[in-house]
């Protein structure tokens, strides 16, 4: 079965530098997605992303954060200066089509820990 | 805003008991629902899903109904096995519209006993 990959599984980084974490979605979809997890929470969306732009976006994708599918295969999320809060588990998913019916598939998660 | 609200862990269970994970939610419109698991040292697989009232979603001897007057959708197992030990989280989609957000429960950790 198709799977969305995410790399690298974990990144320790200083705080105030920039991070890039990747995502490969399922080679078909459509629609994209990040979400965090801080250690013990809940998970939380960050932003969609469908026909090259932003569908969405929460409150705590604020303007360090950006997202990118530059080639058409990748989908990546940019963090330009860490914060120590930044320190969760960042999940990337796809989806088919905008449909209940379309899951979101989920990779296994890049564990980010800013130092 | 919508939200999802679902029962604190951990549940600690011996193999073969029956098991519910309760799951409320609060959204306006007509959402759907959803249950996620996640394995140790793995990502977010979905479980099951339901996406009008009424519906039963159902997969690996798990089950969960949709339940509108109530706003819930528990999760059950008729007999749980130790290879069922995960993270559960109860989900909600907030329909149709583009690229539709999943909103989760905080998750309920369950371990099954030998």
């Known amino acids: 079965e198709p799977e969305v990959t995410q790399t690298p599984s974990h990144q320790v980084t200083q705080m105030g530098q920039e991070v890039i974490l990747r995502c490969v979605p399922i080679s078909n979809h459509l629609y994209f997605y990040w979400y965090r997890q801080i250690l013990g929470q809940k998970v939380e969306f960050l932003v969609s992303f469908y026909n090259n732009e932003i569908s969405e976006k929460s409150e705590i994708f604020d303007d360090q954060f950006s997202v990118e599918r530059p080639d058409g295969s990748n989908f990546t999320l940019k963090i330009r200066s860490t914060k120590l809060e930044d320190s969760a588990m960042y999940f990337c998913?796809?989806?088919?089509?905008?449909?209940?019916?379309?899951?979101?598939?989920f990779g296994d998660g890049t564990r980010l820990s800013i130092l | 805003g919508n939200s999802v609200t679902q029962m604190e862990g951990p549940v600690t269970l011996s193999e073969e008991a029956f098991l519910t994970i309760n799951c409320t939610y609060t959204?306006?419109?007509?959402?759907?629902l959803f249950w996620y698991v996640q394995y140790p040292g793995e990502g977010l697989q979905l479980l099951l899903k339901a996406t009008k009232a009424d519906d039963k979603g159902s997969n690996k001897g798990f089950e969960a109904t949709y339940r509108k007057e109530t706003t819930s959708f528990h999760l059950e197992k008729g007999s749980v096995q130790v290879s069922d030990s995960a993270v559960y989280f109860c989900?909600?989609?907030?329909?149709?519209?583009?690229?539709?957000?999943?909103?989760f429960g905080s998750g309920t950790r369950l371990s099954i006993r030998p």
């Open positions: 989900a909600l989609s907030e329909g149709y519209s583009s690229a539709s957000k999943i909103i």
């Open positions: 998913a796809s989806q088919l089509g905008d449909s209940p019916n379309q899951p979101q598939h």
């Open positions: 959204a306006t419109g007509y959402p759907s």
